[in-house]
């Protein structure tokens, strides 16, 4: 009796893991890693906006800057890796160097829209 209890059990929950990524997230979101990220319509250009680095298309633009408390809103394709050439940033922007807390989470310096630069959080 327990073991076609058990086998009944299997049946069950196997079934339900066969879900396909389509269907993991409501209307307009897509599955990326582990969670439903906003579908957004890009050029992957400077500015546009982005959920992975590979929405970013242009040859120099080839980050999305996300802000990490908040990894299901989109972020913007940005240079990364400005200190090296502060020249990489367009005039618009300002390299932007987090503090150390940050890059120990792999949060790269990057070009910053100078509406949105923070002196407190950025140097550069």
């Known amino acids: 009796m327990h073991i076609?209890?058990?086998?009944v059990v299997l049946l069950i929950l196997g079934s339900g893991c066969g879900i396909d990524d389509e269907e993991r997230c409501k209307e307009g979101y897509e599955f990326v890693g582990e969670t439903c990220l906003e579908i957004?319509?890009?050029?992957?250009g400077l500015g546009?906006?982005?959920n992975v680095d590979e929405e970013c298309l242009d040859?120099?633009?080839d980050f999305c800057a996300k802000d990490p408390t908040q990894p299901d809103v989109p972020g913007v394709c940005t240079v990364k890796d400005c200190l090296?050439?502060?020249?990489?940033?367009?005039g618009?922007?300002?390299?932007?160097?987090?503090?150390q807390q940050y890059n120990d989470f792999g949060f790269p310096d990057f070009c910053m829209p100078l509406e949105a630069f923070d002196a407190q959080t950025c140097s550069g």
């Open 92 to 99: 618009e922007y300002k390299c932007c160097n987090l503090p």
């Open 4 to 7: 076609r209890i058990l086998l």
């Open 84 to 90: 090296v050439d502060p020249d990489n940033c367009p």
């Open 48 to 50: 546009d906006p982005c």
């Open 59 to 61: 040859e120099e633009v």
């Open 40 to 44: 957004v319509d890009t050029e992957g």
